[in-house]
């Protein structure tokens, strides 16, 4: 526990990718920080989500840092893809690298945080009974946490007899599945990576999907060192590429327009990219999914490819994406998803054509059909983004409610910061860019940006940095701007906040782009921090 009457320059919650870098960047500065994060130690989504098969969808070489060439050269990554337990030795070793954990309180999961407006202080309150003051509070708590596990509102859920768990708050010592009757409920990325690893050891498996994801495979392979050595020698032109790409990825733009190609060799460069995977299939044609034309064409070829691996009609039928168009919820990446449904123990149920009855105390009903189940595992995702922020008491300038601020939605200026709430900064919060992009891309940009906007209050005397009801009115307007009319606005999706019963349908993301952000922030500050007030 921290001493009571501590106090400190800033506190910083979460030590996934974002706090990890904020407390180096304001201890760098010369602050007095304190860290508290709800785990055992650093990680953050990679700490809590340790379901099997958890392995990252950006390739390794940069979904990393970029801010330290040290780092970048020291660390080297074994697979293309990663796995959840080789980033949360990433996390650990930068940690370790850069003395981190000294100021870190493990274990403590921030309950509250209150704004005295006499003081200008906020005390700060965990669930392990810290309770300390600082003038900046900097929330780097992720958007998909597992604070904001969504567990559906089925009835009897709560009901079943044998063991659940949600994948967002997976068991340290994991789940021994052996001969045991499994049920997976909900085939987003997260169900998509566990279903292969969870059917190499259970009795049986069922998978309850309600709605089928478009699914690239994701070739994943070992790396070389040569490979690696590569890498290394190029990361300056990798680390350029990454400023300058809409989603922070060392990407070249699409070569192809889709008008411009003939159908074969629409088909022959489709099928280059299915053979490579990853999840660059939406850039593979200049119009990306805009285009309905080019859309339908990628659409019938992932079709193709499920009924050419998923031998059993009746199974394929069911896992064929469609009913919405692609690109409208997160694409997946998969390692042997289709082809675990060959196997003679799995099979796959249609939730949406059958719905759900209840969860009983053996299992799960669909329509009048019971399917018995030992356990069930709950790939269900999270109220995502606004979620985290709503799951902790802050409280600003006269007791105003930042979980009430965000009744109605994400709402922030540049997701960064919120009016009424001085000193309130936030990595990667509502209504950023980030989870449309490499995440640690976009974290890196807000740390660097909310360590620049601190640096300028502190040198200028300033005791408060708050955004104005206009700016963050206009930026809130903006973001559901870019997002109507978008192929986002054709279905329902965690980023629509439509896959929790009773939330806004609103977007929580700021489709604009990584690089445009840059610019716009960039903007902001050589406009002398416009939008902002300073007291
Ligand atoms: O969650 P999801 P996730 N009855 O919300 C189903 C990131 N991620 O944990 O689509 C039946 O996408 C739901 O069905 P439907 C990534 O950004 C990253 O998989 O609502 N089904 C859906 O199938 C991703 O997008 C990596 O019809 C129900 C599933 O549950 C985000 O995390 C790896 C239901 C939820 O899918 C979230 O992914 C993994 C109900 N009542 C995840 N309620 C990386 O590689 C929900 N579902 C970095």
New binding site residues.
Partial sequence: MTDTAQEFDAVVIGAGFAGIYMLHKLRQQGLRVRLFEAGDGPGGAWYW?RYPG?????ESYFYCYFFSDEILQEWSWSERFPAQPEIERYLNYVSDKLDLRKDMTFGARVTTAAYDEQANRWTVETSAGDKVTARYVVTAIGG?TSTAA?L???PGVKDFQGEWYH??HWPREGVDFRGKRVGV?????????AVPVIAETAGHLTV????P?YIMPAKNHPLTEEYNAQIKANYPEIRAKVKTHWGGQPYDAPAYSFEEVTPEQALALQEEYWNNGGLRVIQLFKEGTRLPAAREFMENFFREKVRSIVKDPAKAEILEPKGYPMGA??I??DTNYYETFNLPHVDVVD??KTP?TRITEKGILVGDTEYPLDVIVF????D?VTGPFRAMDIRGRGGMQLRERLDDGPRSYLGMSFYGFPNLLAVSGPANPA?STN?PASIEHDVEWISDIVDYAEKNGFKTIEPTEQAEDDWTEETQAKARGSVFDQA???QYGS?VPGKPRRFLIWLGGLHTFRDRCAEVTREGYKGFTFT
């Fill in positions: 989500n958890a392995r990252c969808d950006s998909l969504n559906p509102d089925i994948t967002g409920l909900g085939t987003g990325s997260t169900g998509i990576q309850f999907q309600r709605t994801a919820k997160r997946a990446l939730v949406r759900i790939a269900t995702g999270y995502a989870l995440v329902d999706s965690w896959n």
